[in-house]
């Protein structure tokens, strides 16, 4: 059963850092770019940063930009996202997403793009919050 699996978030104060992890179970993440994305209530879902197959390529939202650094570890099938210096502001569920690269697309034009993305996590909540 293919599966992605979220984990790491949580309440934390601003200023505060959380590393999420979205683990690939029943297949490989070696041939798919991943993105994070994030819903926060009454928003849509918004691409906060994804990464190509090998890694080279990133984007991130302008909103995370500096904050924010994902990566990817295709011997653990796993991609992280370190976030750091936490605003309320960040405050969403956060998902996982996986799909094959599209030709002629840019990592950037995909993480605008959530139907790009094929398998999807269930979701971890990141609160910001003194």
């Known amino acids: 059963q293919v599966q992605l699996v979220e984990s790491g978030g949580g309440l934390v104060q601003p200023g505060g850092s959380l590393r999420l992890s979205c683990v690939a179970s029943?297949?490989?993440?070696?041939?798919?770019?991943i993105g994070w994305f994030r819903q926060a209530p009454g928003k849509e879902r918004e691409g906060v940063s994804c990464i190509g197959t090998s890694g080279g390529s990133t984007y991130y939202a302008d909103s995370v930009k500096g904050r924010f650094t994902i990566s990817r570890d295709n011997a653990k099938n796993t991609v992280y996202l370190q976030m750091n210096s936490l605003k309320p502001e960040d405050t969403a569920v956060y998902y996982c997403?996986?799909?094959?690269?599209?030709?002629?697309?840019?990592?950037?034009?995909?993480?605008?793009?959530?139907?790009?993305?094929?398998?999807w996590g269930q979701g971890t909540q990141v609160t910001v919050s003194s």
């Open positions: 997403a996986a799909g094959p690269p599209v030709f002629d697309m840019t990592v950037e034009a995909m993480c605008a793009v959530p139907n790009a993305y094929d398998y």
């Open positions: 029943g297949w490989i993440l070696d041939y798919y770019a």
